[in-house]
């Protein structure tokens, strides 16, 4: 059995988020990020993140992310420019090679994202691709010590300089949830999108639902599906229910 999956999926917690997301493509949105280097390096950045897990080994994922959830192929993963994240041991040498890296880009300031260099840009881009191999996991209130992120072989998609200027910001500037909802309102705009034919998978909590859901594919903004699509995607909707019982 491969070790990776030939889908990507990205998990959610509610319904209402992912009926959004198969009404309106998937919102780009800043995500916070505490990576332990050398020093702890703390920003938000704006992605959208997919697990590389095949079905078979997802239970525990689900566990911590979510019921809900939409698989895509590899192919449209690669088309869309996605990338899978670069895992770092805190103690490493590459670890203290980025952590300076991005001491001198800051030197302890606020980022100018205009005076930027192309060189420092391409550094910041590295960055935002950058997680901890190992490290405690805050779920719910629940506190997973020394959990192996790269178990979760994350993908990650990230917007372009072009898109989004300020491509990795200080956490000081997202903490509150004011701050974090004007940062989010600049990119409210942007979308990751995807067509019928580039989903493998929807998974939903209950199988109850299942007609709920087809019935947002028939209704969805601009005619997205037609009938043949919505026919095809009924087959390729599956339950965190049967994924735990019988995967």
């Known amino acids: 059995m491969p070790l990776s999956s030939n889908t990507i999926i990205h998990f959610t917690k509610t319904s209402e988020a992912l009926k959004g997301i198969l009404q309106e493509n998937f919102k780009i949105k800043y995500c916070q990020e505490d990576v332990n280097l050398h020093n702890e390096l703390n920003y938000a950045a704006p992605m959208v993140s997919f697990c590389d897990i095949p079905l078979s080994q997802i239970k525990d994922h689900i566990g911590k992310y979510g019921a809900y959830g939409i698989g895509l192929t590899k192919e449209w993963a690669q088309k869309n420019k996605l990338n899978p994240v670069l895992y770092i ?3 490493s040498f590459l670890s203290k090679s980025i952590d300076e890296s991005y001491r001198e880009i800051t030197t302890g300031e606020s980022v100018q994202f205009d005076q930027l260099t192309d060189g420092q840009k391409n550094w ?5 691709h950058v997680k901890n191999y190992e490290a ?6 629940e506190v997973i010590k020394n959990y192996r992120f790269s178990d979760e072989r994350e993908w990650r998609y990230t917007p372009s300089f072009e898109d989004c200027k300020e491509i990795a910001i200080h956490t000081d500037s997202y903490k509150t949830v004011e701050q974090k909802n004007l940062v989010n309102q600049k ?6 999108e995807f067509e019928p034919n580039d989903i493998k998978y929807i998974i939903i909590e209950r199988e109850a639902e299942i007609s709920e859901f087809v019935e947002i594919l028939k209704k969805s903004k601009g005619n997205k599906y037609s009938y043949n699509d919505v026919e095809r995607l009924m087959t390729r909707i599956i339950t965190s229910e049967q994924i735990k019982t019988d995967l």
């Open 136 to 141: 405690d996991l805050s779920r719910g209130g």
């Open 89 to 91: 041991q805190s103690e």
């Open 124 to 128: 910041l881009n590295i960055l935002r």
């Open 187 to 192: 990119i409210d705009h942007l979308r990751l």
